[in-house]
């Protein structure tokens, strides 16, 4: 695995050293997330999109309706500013100032490109339900269904993650407070699954749905 280069815009500025271009490490934020957040700019006003991201070689990939503003914006080259976030900890400090978080978060510059082969998209919807939720089988997907999603895809060249990771920094002469200090590591776990009320008789609920988690 290679570093990804950093350019003038993904050179990471506020704590330099926790800015991370090991692509390896990039691409395993990716894979944990859930989410994506896209921003794009609509005649000069931001506009910031949450939604579903899937990473596949060195690409991420989204989609959705072919009426959805965003995906058209993109499709006709608007540059988009792609964030995702995982928070691993509130780090508790001594002190508002010493309040914060430990997070893995990555930043992607990028144009889309539109996935129009019928197959490579079908192949993406199967790649997406097992990176949401892995072990899960469906019915095939109907042909209007395949013509009525758009996927598109970012290269990841001009990409920067940053990683907090050191808990609580909080200046020595606040050790002596009779204040707790520490962090609470946050995951992503699932809950008790619910069966779809319509769910036919005799379906049991799986064990991958028992048993949901996300990262590390
Ligand atoms: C969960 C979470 C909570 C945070 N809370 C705060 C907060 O309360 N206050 C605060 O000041 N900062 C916070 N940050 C850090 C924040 O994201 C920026 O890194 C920070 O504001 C410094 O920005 P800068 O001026 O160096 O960035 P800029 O100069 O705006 O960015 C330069 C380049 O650095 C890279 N970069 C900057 N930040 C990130 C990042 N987080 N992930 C990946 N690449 C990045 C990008 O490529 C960007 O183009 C938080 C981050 C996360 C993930």
New binding site residues.
């Given amino acids: 695995m290679s570093e990804i280069q950093p350019t003038d815009?993904?050179?990471?500025?506020?704590?330099s050293e926790r800015?991370v271009f090991d692509r390896e490490k990039i691409y395993a934020i990716l894979d944990e997330a859930l989410v994506a957040h896209v921003g794009i700019a609509v005649d000069g006003q931001p506009r910031v999109i949450p939604t579903a991201i899937l990473r596949i070689d060195d690409h991420v990939y989204i989609h959705g309706s072919p009426n959805n503003q965003l995906l058209m914006a993109l499709e006709r080259g608007a540059p988009a500013c792609i964030?995702v976030?995982l928070?691993d900890a509130i780090v508790a400090g001594r002190s508002g100032f010493g309040m914060?978080?430990d997070?893995r978060?990555?930043?992607i510059?990028a144009k889309a490109e539109k996935i129009s082969d019928a197959a490579a998209k079908e192949s993406l919807v199967a790649a997406f339900i097992q990176d949401i939720l892995p072990g899960h089988i469906v019915r095939p997907p109907k042909k209007k269904e395949i013509a009525a999603t758009v996927f598109l895809r970012f290269p990841l060249t001009e990409v920067?993650?940053?990683i907090?990771d050191v808990g609580v920094v909080d200046p020595k002469d606040d050790f002596e407070l009779d204040v707790w200090a520490g962090i609470v590591p946050l995951k992503l776990v699932g809950g008790v699954p619910q069966d779809c009320p319509s769910l036919k008789m005799g379906v049991a609920t799986p064990e991958y749905a028992k048993h949901y988690s996300r990262g590390r």
């Fill in positions: 815009r993904t050179r990471v500025r506020l704590h800015g964030t976030t928070v914060s978080m997070y978060s990555v930043m510059y920067s993650a940053k907090r």
